[in-house]
């Protein structure tokens, strides 16, 4: 299977001379798409889903709940009709389960399908997705009674065999959504209530949509607890604008001179926000209405923000702001190079076990555009204030360095040249058209 980016198409981004100015809508929240095509197909009735994200990664998705039988109707503009199979109904395939390049997927199905005794599944993906570890999930889904065989015990492919699940408390090692929510969801299957613990907290779309389905679910801090269920109550589902994606044009409107942007329908649940409060303490100025943090609401909060271009100060990420930013900390990077002083970012191992080794490719990235910065353990220092020279960066075949190479692009003083842009189209195929419109006169 090919990686995306692999030998794909190179793209020239210049300096945005003149600022991004502008209105977008951004596209719909790739992790709440998933979830919602997951939840969907386990539940009994048509469950109508709004805004959903028609990018390659949650197409993997809908591809995957349609072979295991449920039936997805596409209405056009992001609507769906999914038809769902029950949370005992998912069939036995032919073959394996693609997941393409989505870990999430690839990390949430298997909560549901180990629940499902005497039948077996085989999971594989592209060639970024075998080198993304599963033992963080073959671990609590073996202590409950499944079972799992994976290449070299940790990587895709992986053969998974379902089993009547027992419950567990499960303290995770590290804080990940994707793992968090593949117990809980094995875990309503379960007799007894199932339990896990974070050592810090992570995205939790999982626990606001099962509260949304009826599922026993209470939550205090970074302990989640999940009853049994029978059946998911869902009617319908409206996916907001996704943070990660609107973080594209936050950074690029900070960072490039003569800039304002207006972001639409922004989902801005605090255990994404992270980004935005590091960009704030850089001194970033981004009006807009956020969730409190520490709130647990059962629904998505939205907003519309508003950047503008100003002076950057550098900043420490500490661990325990990670997993709020997750995804964002490529664009923490970028900041950095434009800001006055250090940037460092800590307790950022995760990184390297993404859609490619972020710790690397980011680093390697900007400091073959100029900048001053290198890798350590957990994370990166930048030495900022000289902002970009510019030059040539690769994608890796990974969505979030694709975008950061063409943010970098607009904001550097000789442009930069994006090897594998097409990458993008994993979570934000329209990209480039948003782009041409906030540099539209
Ligand atoms: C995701 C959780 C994060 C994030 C990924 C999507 C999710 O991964 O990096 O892009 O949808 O739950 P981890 O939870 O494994 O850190």
Redesign the pocket.
Known sequence: MSMPGEGGETVRFDPADGGLRGTLRVPPD??IS??SAIFAAMAQEPVRVRNYLDAADTNSTLAAVERIGARVERHGGGELTVTGVGLRGPREIDGVLDVGNA??LM??LPGWLAAQPGRRWTFDGDSSIRRRPVDRIAGPLRQMGAAIEASDERFPPFTLHGAELRAIEYAMP????????CVLIAGMSTAAPTTVIEPAP??D??ERMLAAAGVPIERAATTVTVGRVDELELEAIDVPGDL?SAAFWVAAAVIVPGSRVVLENVNVNWTRTGFLRIAERMGAIVDGELEAHGAFTPGEPVSTLEIADGPLIGTTVEPEEV?LA??ELPLVALLGCFADGETVVRGAQ?LKV?ESDRIATVVDGLRGLGADIEATDDGFVVRGGGGLRGGRISSHGDHRLAMLGAIAGLASREGVEVEGMEAAAVSYPGFAADLARLLAR
């Open positions: 790739k992790s998933h979830r870990g999430t990390r949430l590290v804080a990940s959504a994707q793992v968090k929510s992570s995205r779309h999982t990660s997993p997750i995804d995760e993404k």
